[in-house]
């Protein structure tokens, strides 16, 4: 059994075709998520976010096929005792043909591909991470309402954004949009909180709503007996911010310690988040 490793269509390394739409066009959508003891994380909050990216790509969801390498993958992990794993989905609009030689933005598609990968992981779950240092981006996000939210897979925003850290050597920072608001972490979304309540950027414009930010707004963070905010947010609210921290699925909630420099020394509503998290997490399995 080995690791990292890829299916295709349900074939193990099997092959990607040369014109499908998500490598010709970034035409498709992906999902990562943690995989543990045996179980994925927030399984269902992702495939309700990827069902949501079908219907505005609209790309029928295969969800029976998906579900299926779901468990073959999680046969593979088993079978090659890996308790610990980054799972990667993604789902593209497959192998279209175009009336003009088999290529064009306008093709129909057969049938969507389903590809997954599945890597060992070292990140560790419930113990803690060092917190993070990060850098604000010069790199700004452009809006695109229409496809705010969902996890397609045109990500050259964070691509370029994460070279222009490692630059400066740092591995995550803050982007703004080009009018100058607060949005997310380049692989993460960033919450904030601001006189006793955790608020997090409104993503009507751009960013992902990511899978631990919706469970820390809907059930965590009340469970825990915090009032919770999405709005638009800017530098300024950096500033007055007595917390600040990331989360994304494979580190759930992660402490921030500097930001350009200034220290938030204070971490307390985040440890609070993080450890109910992952009590939460671990319970709805
Ligand atoms: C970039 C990928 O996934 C993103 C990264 C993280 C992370 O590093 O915490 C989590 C989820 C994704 N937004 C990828 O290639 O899978």
């Not at 080995?2 to 269509?9: E, I």
């Not at 609209?58 to 096929?65: G, Q």
């Not at 402490?255 to 200034?262: F, T």
């Not at 220290?263 to 992952?278: A, I, K, Y």
């Amino acid at each position: 059994m080995v690791l990292p490793a890829h299916w295709v269509n349900m074939q193990l390394a099997g092959q990607i075709d040369p014109l499908d739409r998500g490598l010709v066009y970034g035409d498709g959508l992906f999902e990562t998520l943690r995989y543990e003891k045996d179980r994925y994380h927030l399984l269902q909050a992702h495939m309700e976010r990827l069902q949501h990216g079908c219907k505005v790509l609209e790309i029928p969801c295969p969800e029976s096929r998906i579900a299926d390498q779901f468990a073959a993958t999680a046969d593979y992990l088993a079978a090659a005792a890996c308790g610990s794993a980054t799972v990667r989905l993604l789902l593209t609009r497959g192998n279209a043909l175009d009336q003009t030689e088999g290529r064009g933005y306008g093709g129909e598609h057969e049938q969507p591909s389903v590809v997954m990968s599945a890597f060992a992981t070292s990140l560790p779950w419930r113990s803690e991470l060092p917190a993070l240092t990060l850098r604000t981006c010069e790199y700004q996000l452009p809006r695109h309402p229409r496809l705010a939210g969902i996890k397609h897979c045109n990500r050259l925003d964070q691509v370029l954004a994460a070279r222009e850290l490692r630059r400066h050597g740092f591995n995550e920072g803050l982007l703004y949009d080009l009018e100058g608001h607060l949005i997310s972490g380049v692989a993460a979304n960033v919450f904030l909180v601001l006189d006793g309540v955790l608020v997090t950027p409104e993503l009507s414009n751009c960013g992902i709503a990511g899978t631990v930010r919706d469970a820390l707004l809907s059930i965590v963070a009340p469970r825990c007996g915090l009032r919770v905010a999405e709005r638009s947010l800017g530098a300024a609210d950096i500033q007055r911010a007595s917390e600040i921290f990331l989360t994304s699925s494979l580190q759930g909630v992660r402490q921030v310690a500097i930001v350009d420099g200034v220290e938030f020394p204070e971490h307390s509503v985040t440890d609070q988040l993080r450890h109910s998290f992952c009590d939460w997490s671990e319970e709805a399995a």
